[in-house]
């Protein structure tokens, strides 16, 4: 059984519901010349799963990269990627303020999906889940896109949006997984992380 793993996300809601699962982590957090958000760049035409699929892995391969250089004590390794979807189109982190605005301007209305995508490497083995859920957003004033948009909540967040922040409010319904929504499916991942061998809360 392994005591710990490495968590190789930036993101402190993810620290947060790896505590939930009563999981022992060290973040593996990318070197300064590294550029993470590289990784995040879709292929033309890419579906939105197989884009997620795909960005965990690669992140996942960089984060090994880094143990390896680091000559850290080896451990599983845990990666995750979210993307917010509506159609084929992916919504990523918006780029600034402005582009906030108009995610949130074409997500109001309708029914997305985010699909958070988990990896582990334990050893040779490489485990992975796809976690999809579904989220509907009430419809939003320009006003009430302007305010969110004007606390930063969703800077650096999928669909600019936080759904455990102040666009709950905005929420009509949610389908799926409420953890998974946050960044990381409970559920799929004390899966991966019991299968790699990694001890988590009976």
Avoid: N
């Avoid at 009563?22 to 760049?41: C, I, K, T």
């Avoid at 699909?115 to 796809?130: C, D, E, F, N, S």
């Avoid at 009509?172 to 953890?179: D, N």
Wanted: proline share 5%; glycine share 8%; aromatic share 4%.
């Amino acid at each position: 059984m392994s005591e710990f793993v490495y968590l190789a996300s930036q993101s402190p809601r993810r620290r947060q519901l790896l505590e939930q699962l009563g999981v022992r982590y060290e973040l593996l957090l990318p070197d300064e010349g590294e550029d993470s958000e590289a990784l995040e760049h879709e292929q033309p035409g890419e579906a939105p799963a197989a884009y997620v699929r795909r960005v965990t892995g690669l992140k996942l391969d960089a984060a090994l990269a880094r143990l390896q250089r680091r000559g850290l004590p080896a451990a599983p390794v845990l990666c995750s990627d979210t993307t917010v979807a509506l159609g084929r189109t992916i919504y990523g982190k918006p780029a600034d303020a402005a582009d906030a605005a108009r995610m949130l301007r074409e997500l109001a209305g309708h029914t997305h999906r985010v699909l958070t995508a988990v990896a582990v490497q334990a050893g040779r083995k490489r485990l992975a889940a796809l976690s999809d859920s579904r989220v509907t957003f009430e419809a939003m004033s320009p006003a009430q896109i302007r305010a969110y948009v004007a606390s930063g909540e969703p800077m650096g967040k999928a669909g600019a949006y936080a759904v455990q922040g102040r666009a709950a409010a905005h929420i009509a319904r949610i389908a799926g997984s409420y953890t998974g929504i946050m960044g990381l499916p409970l559920h799929e991942t004390a899966r991966l992380l019991r299968s790699a061998g990694v001890r988590t809360a009976p």
